[in-house]
Nanobody, 120 residues
Framework: QVQLVESGGGLVQAGGSLRLSCAASGRFFSINTMDWYRQTPGKQRELVAIITSGGSTNYADSVKGRFTISRDNAKNTVYLQMNSLKPEDTAVYYC??????????????WGQGTQVTVSS
């Protein structure tokens, strides 16, 4: 069983910064992509950033230049550094990892979500 545990959310003023972390634990072969999503009430969950096993990254247009995704493979952890935060960044943030539970099977796992609130 693979578990993802998130941390780092909270309340911050506009223009401030937060750093989210998401650590995977359990038994697995390797981790492929690591992603961050966010969701606000009444809206679909949207992809914020993705990082591949090779370190390539991609971002939603709304966060480009402000957010940075990174990973520490030794710690099975993905980070999201969020700078210049705006009230519209307020959401529950979820991490997702595509995990090889064996050499041949790939499954997606989600974190529990962490609230980020940006005040104006």
């Amino acid at each position: 069983q693979v578990q993802l545990v998130e941390s780092g959310g909270g309340l911050v003023q506009a223009g401030g910064s937060l750093r989210l972390s998401c650590a995977a634990s359990g038994r697995f072969f390797s981790i492929n992509t690591m992603d961050w999503y966010r969701q606000t009430p009444g809206k679909q969950r949207e992809l914020v950033a993705i990082i591949t096993s090779g370190g390539s990254t991609n971002y939603a247009d709304s966060v480009k230049g402000r957010f940075t995704i990174s990973r520490d493979n030794a710690k099975n952890t993905v980070y999201l550094q969020m700078n210049s935060l705006k009230p519209e960044d307020t959401a529950v943030y979820y991490c997702k990892m595509s995990v090889h539970t064996t050499e041949y099977f790939l499954n997606d796992y989600w974190g529990q979500g962490t609230q980020v609130t940006v005040s104006s």
